[in-house]
């Protein structure tokens, strides 16, 4: 039964949450109302310490169905973290600590969720993220990591794709630490599911390979929710609750889809306060008591359990003091001292390689350095070279195929569902550094997930090859044409496309420096030469001159594989008489955070520009004034032959270069990066 003080509380969840949404006249009240009893039973016995929100052994809560983040900030408040009630108040106001979906700024929140799909697959990358982590620190009578995911989602992200992916591994992966609340409340904003969504959600949990246990009375059983719970964590499996509730319960409008986005009416406010015991004039009340059973129940135990896991740790540094030591440097979101001299470097006499290979060759290096690197690939292990030497499959314990200990995680044919993994699991802290590889034509198949990395600030790392027409025989499917165009209009992320075996060194050397920017590494098929006047240094700065003249009549601008035909393009324009600057821009991104005059020493007043790539020229006339690319779709054959046939040659280059120089002939010419004013940067 639940207490008087218990069933306060929860009514005051309840209230705090309606007030937020009438407060705002804006907003999702059903949700907060059915879900407050589970909320309050999960967040009780939850560990965490509202002082510390980084501590590294706190358990994890995901609202995966964001749209009801009142709730969420009811608890925030009424819990101790630095959320106040005119925090509160400002619900979905400028500036305000409480946006209208979760986002991981505010203080608590563990990731940013509102596309629905992405908190539960988050909450799958959190689980193998603990998984690995207790799996390298632990020891015997050193329980350094035994926290739990707990994650509430509704029906709308059990219909997105991606929380399908996710589910399914973590059903594969056997995470006995996920446990997943399933606001079953048949209601999305089209109305009662069943004009769409009928299927048997037990089933097909069950046959991911999850525990799953139904709560049939989730609005006043709290008995039964906490029953649940306490089953849950002595399955060996990822666990779904079926939690069914009715949406809005108590409001006039309970049970329908209008109490689902829209602020509840006034009579019906305050008749909900009325049968709930609170002054209906009142608003924004929380009552002393509440404040205190709170602390004493559950903030005063949590700061203990936290003050023993402090002394727990210090014992540990003296009995291991090399994990010790690395531990502690992980949690100051360090790289080891020196990493970077494990980074291969390239001289023009080097053997010409695929930039993938390159990376390969790069992960084989650093791999063994950085235990934070942790990666995989979706299917396509033996294309992408993501799969370090010697490296251990991420696997259950005991599976006979890796361990809980390993680093690659076979995420299977899920980009979508990799991508979203990823940001949890470089949210778990401990300076995870995930990468994922795929093709980057399929990176776009995780376009909702890369976005919440820029987003969010996670630093993943996605290992995107194939990277151009230059994949030649699979043909148009498969060739990118606008992804980088589409990337790099993505604010916080860095797009690389490194020309050869310095540039891509660069290029992880940046993102794995990276502690809230994402990055994707675009890498080519076909082999690329090294490149006389690259440099890690140079490169590391997103764009630099590699090969100059004394007085350039043109400045050719490039990425990735066309830079060293540029090299030789400019070496015809030379045998005609026409001085050619090369520059490579591996990362715009980077590079529009140099400072203008080194900008400006790169791409200067006076001298035409014509960029060269084999994609989208969108987004190009920000540093060029002619833009040789492809505006189409790819072609289907090998791939010299589909360079030749796009005119993707020294000579097709040249031929362009000379019509820039004469159309610019005689006229004034403003660099394009010399502005007036520059867009605004929020990183």
């Known amino acids: 039964?639940?207490?008087?003080?218990?069933?306060?509380?929860?009514?005051?969840?309840?209230?705090?949450?309606?007030?937020?949404?009438?407060?705002?006249?804006?907003?999702?009240?059903?949700?907060?109302?059915?879900?407050?009893?589970?909320?309050?039973?999960?967040?009780k016995q939850m560990k965490f310490n509202p002082k510390n929100p980084e501590w590294i052994n706190k358990d994890r809560f995901v609202l995966s169905n964001g749209h009801s983040v009142a709730l969420l900030y009811s608890l925030l408040h009424?819990?101790?973290?630095?959320?106040?009630?005119?925090?509160?108040?400002?619900?979905?106001?400028?500036?305000?600590?409480?946006?209208?979906?979760?986002?991981?700024?505010?203080?608590?929140?563990?990731?940013?969720?509102?596309?629905?799909?992405?908190?539960?697959?988050?909450?799958?990358?959190?689980?193998?993220?603990?998984?690995?982590?207790?799996?390298?620190?632990?020891?015997?009578?050193?329980?350094?990591?035994?926290?739990?995911?707990?994650?509430?989602?509704?029906?709308?992200?059990?219909?997105?794709?991606v929380s399908s992916e996710a589910s399914s591994l973590a059903g594969h992966l056997k995470l006995n630490n996920l446990i997943a609340f399933y606001d079953d409340n048949h209601i999305t904003i089209d109305g009662d599911t069943n004009v769409s969504f009928t299927e048997d959600v037990n089933k097909r949990y069950e046959a991911y390979g999850?525990?799953?246990?139904?709560?049939?009375?989730?609005?006043?059983?709290?008995?039964?929710?906490?029953?649940?719970?306490?089953?849950?964590?002595?399955?060996?499996?990822?666990?779904?609750?079926?939690?069914?509730?009715?949406?809005?319960?108590?409001?006039?409008?309970?049970?329908?889809?209008?109490?689902?986005?829209?602020?509840?009416?006034?009579?019906?406010?305050?008749?909900?306060?009325?049968?709930?015991?609170?002054?209906?004039?009142?608003?924004?009340?929380?009552?002393?008591?509440?404040?205190?059973?709170?602390?004493?129940?559950?903030?005063?135990?949590?700061?203990?359990?936290?003050?023993?896991?402090?002394?727990?740790?210090?014992?540990?540094?003296?009995?291991?003091?090399?994990?010790?030591?690395?531990?502690?440097?992980?949690?100051?979101?360090?790289?080891?001292?020196?990493?970077?001299?494990?980074?291969?470097?390239?001289?023009?006499?080097?053997?010409?390689l695929a930039s993938r290979k390159l990376s390969?060759?790069?992960?084989?290096?650093?791999?063994?350095?950085?235990?934070?690197?942790?990666?995989g690939s979706a299917d396509l292990t033996g294309s992408n070279l993501t799969r370090a030497k010697d490296s251990v499959d991420f696997q259950p314990d005991g599976s006979g195929i890796g361990d809980y200990k390993g680093r690659y995680i076979r995420y299977g044919v899920r980009e979508h569902g990799m991508g979203a993994i990823m940001n949890g699991i470089a949210a778990f802290g401990a300076n995870y550094k995930p990468y994922g590889g795929t093709f980057l034509n399929f990176v776009s198949y995780a376009a909702g997930a890369l976005r919440l990395s820029a987003l969010s600030g996670h630093p993943v790392i996605w290992v995107a090859t194939h990277d151009s027409i230059g994949l030649g025989e699979d043909g148009p499917t498969h060739q990118p044409i606008e992804t980088l165009a589409h990337?790099?209009?993505?604010?916080?992320?860095?797009?690389?496309?490194?020309?050869?075996?310095?540039?891509?060194?660069?290029?992880?050397?940046?993102?794995?420096?990276q502690n809230h920017t994402p990055s994707v590494i675009a890498l080519s098929r076909q082999n690329l030469p090294q490149l006389e006047g690259s440099s890690i240094e140079k490169a590391a700065k997103g764009g630099y001159v590699l090969q100059d003249v004394a007085e350039p009549q043109v400045i050719i601008v490039s990425t990735g594989s066309e830079v060293s035909i540029s090299v030789d393009a400019a070496k015809l324009l030379k045998e005609q008489g026409v001085a050619a600057r090369v520059v490579s821009l591996p990362d715009t991104h980077t590079f529009d955070r140099q400072p203008k005059e080194y900008q400006l020493s790169v791409f200067p007043d006076g001298v035409?520009?014509?960029?060269?790539?084999?994609?989208?020229?969108?987004?190009?006339?920000?540093?060029?004034?002619?833009?040789?690319?492809?505006?189409?779709?790819?072609?289907?054959?090998?791939?010299?032959?589909?360079?030749?046939?796009?005119?993707?040659?020294?000579?097709?280059?040249?031929?362009?270069?000379?019509?820039?120089?004469?159309?610019?002939?005689?006229?004034?010419?403003?660099?394009?990066?010399?502005?007036?004013?520059?867009?605004?940067?929020y990183e």
């Not at 990337?487 to 420096?513: M, Q």
Request: charged content about 25%; hydrophobic content about 35%.
């Open 360 to 375: 390969e060759m790069l992960l084989d290096s650093v791999f063994d350095s950085l235990p934070e690197l942790i990666g």
């Open 487 to 513: 990337f790099r209009a993505i604010p916080n992320l860095k797009v690389w496309r490194p020309a050869d075996g310095n540039e891509v060194s660069a290029a992880y050397k940046v993102a794995l420096e």
């Open 210 to 352: 999850w525990n799953v246990i139904w709560v049939k009375n989730g609005n006043t059983d709290t008995d039964a929710i906490t029953k649940a719970l306490e089953e849950a964590k002595k399955s060996d499996k990822p666990t779904l609750i079926r939690i069914t509730t009715i949406i809005g319960y108590g409001s006039l409008q309970q049970g329908t889809h209008s109490v689902h986005g829209s602020p509840l009416k006034a009579d019906d406010v305050k008749q909900l306060k009325e049968h709930l015991g609170f002054n209906p004039d009142e608003t924004f009340v929380v009552p002393q008591e509440v404040y205190d059973y709170y602390h004493k129940e559950v903030t005063e135990r949590n700061q203990k359990i936290e003050e023993e896991w402090n002394q727990l740790f210090e014992s540990y540094k003296s009995k291991y003091p090399e994990l010790g030591e690395e531990l502690s440097r992980r949690l100051t979101q360090k790289l080891p001292a020196n990493w970077e001299s494990k980074l291969p470097t390239y001289t023009p006499s080097d053997k010409a």
């Open 1 to 43: 039964m639940t207490s008087n003080i218990e069933q306060l509380a929860i009514n005051t969840i309840k209230l705090l949450s309606v007030d937020q949404v009438s407060k705002a006249n804006s907003g999702h009240p059903g949700a907060p109302l059915g879900l407050a009893p589970l909320a309050h039973i999960i967040w």
């Open 78 to 161: 009424l819990f101790g973290y630095e959320l106040t009630i005119d925090d509160l108040k400002n619900f979905r106001q400028l500036g305000s600590k409480t946006p209208g979906h979760p986002e991981s700024e505010t203080p608590g929140i563990e990731v940013t969720t509102g596309p629905l799909g992405q908190g539960i697959s988050n909450a799958v990358g959190l689980a193998i993220a603990q998984k690995n982590f207790a799996a390298r620190y632990n020891k015997p009578d050193f329980p350094i990591s035994d926290s739990y995911v707990y994650s509430i989602l509704g029906d709308g992200c059990l219909q997105e794709g």
């Open 608 to 681: 035409p520009i014509m960029s060269v790539e084999v994609l989208a020229t969108s987004g190009w006339a920000k540093y060029s004034h002619e833009q040789f690319g492809i505006d189409r779709f790819g072609a289907s054959g090998k791939a010299t032959d589909v360079y030749k046939f796009f005119e993707f040659t020294p000579e097709g280059i040249a031929k362009r270069a000379v019509k820039t120089v004469d159309f610019y002939k005689g006229s004034k010419i403003v660099s394009p990066l010399n502005k007036a004013f520059y867009s605004i940067h």
